[in-house]
């Protein structure tokens, strides 16, 4: 290696050493850290106060609903910022899909009747639909910490009638209940969200 750089170029002067010898004493120092790849998006805050990133959902203060933010992520930390650069909030970077990370301090006290999106909202279209589609979003309220967390899942069954019909989903509802009915006479297994919105107390309990 050594011969080859110092070996004379065929159709300029000197060689690839003598050039070195010229253009390392112009060189930085290298950086005391190690380079870290860096995504950047932007993102929307949505009603239920997150934003979604690489298939995960962060919390973002409640100041910010609605409002454009920048998104910064590294490997093992997701940090979002105002459009002006401001820093919001740091969060580490989730571990699955569909994982949320949400702060408490980012909800208002009165989350619940904060905007479009709660609760009663999402019943009162399950309503329209049918009793098991009620009883369905009834348990997706139950299923996750925060209510919050729930209100994308609450969208994620109910779109259904848009891409098929009322009836469609209403049908799959039905026998989601009925399935689940039947589930827990042989299993003491009762996390409705985890288990494709399943029921184990048929739809006239939820209806309560």
């Not at 203060?61 to 920048?70: G, M």
């Not at 399943?198 to 209806?207: E, K, Q, S, W």
């Amino acid at each position: 290696m050594d011969k080859l750089n110092r070996a004379s170029f065929k159709k300029k002067e000197h060689s690839r050493y003598y050039y070195w010898e010229e253009e390392k004493h112009e060189l930085l120092p290298l950086p005391s850290a190690e380079y870290e790849y860096m995504e950047r998006r932007t993102a929307i805050v949505s009603s239920d106060f997150h934003i979604r990133f690489d298939n995960a959902y962060y919390s973002v203060d409640k100041a910010y609903l609605h409002k454009k933010v920048s998104v910064r992520s590294t490997s093992t930390t997701v940090r979002t910022y105002s459009l002006a650069g401001d820093l919001i909030c740091e969060w580490p970077r989730a571990t699955s899909k569909g994982q949320w990370m949400t702060d408490p301090e980012h909800l208002p006290d009165s989350y619940k009747g904060f905007s479009q999106w709660n609760a009663e909202y999402f019943i009162k279209k399950a309503v329209l639909v049918g009793e098991y589609t009620e009883a369905v979003i009834r348990s997706v309220l139950r299923s996750r910490k925060y209510e919050v967390q729930t209100y994308r899942m609450y969208l994620g069954i109910l779109n259904f009638t848009k891409k098929y019909s009322n009836t469609a989903l209403e049908e799959c509802c039905r026998q989601a209940v009925l399935l689940a009915y039947k589930g827990a006479a042989t299993s003491n297994y009762t996390d409705l969200g985890k288990s494709s919105h399943a029921l184990t107390r048929g739809a006239d309990y939820y209806r309560r």
